[in-house]
């Protein structure tokens, strides 16, 4: 067999069933270098814009180049500085008027090349291009792969929290390769690793547990087991993707850990300090702490969780935040700006157990102020 042929037998497939709007997710090895074909395959000749950040460029671009440049599609490459703040209007513009300067016409592709940041980005990019061009996401940490560049969500931040500006905008295709993850830093494998444990917690007790069995193999990128989490989690994306697109309901499942995890990283000001996998590990310790504070689940699950996440390196509590600790008022002020509140109610996803994730909405504000007192008082005292 040759080298293609094994890379090509490890390669999974994962459909997201959006009827018109479908597309295929591939997972595997040496995706980059055949990025060419398997675009020509399912979207025909359009040509490409690259867009990328300066350190997933420093890696993958040239690669990426030379196979769409192979083809002949390629029309340039942008490059972005990395980081969350890249994710605002402040690049957004430039951004939109180099892709116009490129000569990217309504038929053709914006390639975003890199993680979530680059992925939401030029997503919006693309979604408000010439009124929508097609996109292809060629996702490159961890987090990426198993979430931000499936379900087709796009946009920016503001000061005033994050995504809050964007679009539904699906992409035409997904190429997770996994030999990216060869150079990603370990604090950003082990921020997405925070991601591919939601979807065991919030729908698949199994999966959990497979994960507090096999997560060394998965930090030590073992070619199966990698893939393995990799597609166990866009498989689980894409099923609720695919009932519920536009989060009318179930998918704001997806979101747990998220109202609490979102605060804190506004709070920090979306820097190093925290990142967003980082803040969802923790505001997923708080999601399950805060159901069995409320009676909805067994203090054991709360703890197994938290000891999953302390197990692989991630922070569990609010102490865990590096610096000054945020305030009960400011939190409160913070979680008002999530996208599931209505009327002015928050909305939480708590669980009944490992696997057993449900939306609670009007979950009143004493409680949340009461949970937090408790939480904020205990890394006081640690
Ligand atoms: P990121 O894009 O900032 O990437 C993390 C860091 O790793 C960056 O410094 C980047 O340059 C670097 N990097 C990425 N791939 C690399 C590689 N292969 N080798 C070396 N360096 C590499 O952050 P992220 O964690 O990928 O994504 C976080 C963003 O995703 C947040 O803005 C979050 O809101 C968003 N998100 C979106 C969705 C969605 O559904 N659209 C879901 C989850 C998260
Ligand atoms: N990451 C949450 C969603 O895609 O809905």
Not at 265 to 285: K, N, P, Q, T, V
């Amino acid at each position: 067999m040759s080298a293609v042929t094994a890379s090509l037998a490890q390669v999974r497939t994962v459909n997201v069933p959006l009827g018109s709007r479908a597309y295929e997710v591939l997972i595997g090895p040496g995706l980059i270098g055949r990025a060419g074909a398997l675009i020509g395959a399912r979207l025909g000749t359009a040509r490409c814009a690259i867009v990328t950040d300066e350190n997933v460029a420093r890696f993958h671009l040239g690669a990426l180049e030379a196979a769409l440049g192979e083809s002949g599609r390629l029309v340039g490459s942008i490059t972005l500085p990395p980081g969350e703040a890249t994710k605002s209007f402040r690049q957004l513009e430039p951004l939109c008027e180099r892709l116009l300067e490129l000569g990217l016409e309504r038929g053709d592709l914006v390639v975003a090349l890199g993680g979530g940041v680059i992925g939401d980005l030029a997503g919006f990019a693309a979604a408000i291009l010439r009124r929508g061009v097609r996109f292809v996401q060629i996702p490159t940490s961890l987090l990426a792969q198993v979430d931000s560049s499936v379900g087709g969500k796009t946009g920016i931040d503001t000061p005033q929290g994050k995504n809050l500006i964007g679009a539904f905008h699906q992409p035409g295709l997904v190429l997770a390769d996994t030999d990216t993850l060869r150079t990603l830093p370990e604090r950003e494998l082990r921020a997405g690793y925070a991601e591919v444990a939601k979807y065991g917690l919030l729908g698949d007790a199994p999966f959990f547990a497979w994960l507090e069995r096999h997560h060394p193999s998965v930090f030590a990128l073992e070619a199966e087991v990698l893939t393995r989490a990799v597609e166990t989690s866009v498989r689980a994306k894409a099923d609720i993707v695919g009932r519920d697109e536009t989060e009318q309901g179930e998918r704001a499942l997806l979101n747990l850990g998220h109202t609490f995890g979102h605060a804190f990283e506004a709070w920090c000001g979306y820097s190093d300090r925290l990142l967003h996998g980082e803040a969802i590990s923790i505001g997923m310790c708080l999601a399950f702490r805060f159901s069995a504070a409320l009676g909805y689940c067994d203090a054991a699950a709360a703890d197994r969780v938290r000891a999953h996440f302390a197990a692989v390196g991630l922070p569990t509590r609010i102490g865990d935040i590096p610096g000054e600790k945020p305030d009960i008022e400011t939190l409160m002020k913070l979680m008002a700006q999530d996208k599931k509140v209505r009327q002015g109610k928050l909305t939480f996803i708590l669980a009944r157990d490992i696997g057993e994730a449900f939306i609670a909405r009007d979950v009143p504000a004493d409680k949340v102020r009461a949970f937090l007192a408790g939480e904020i008082g205990a890394s006081g005292r640690r």
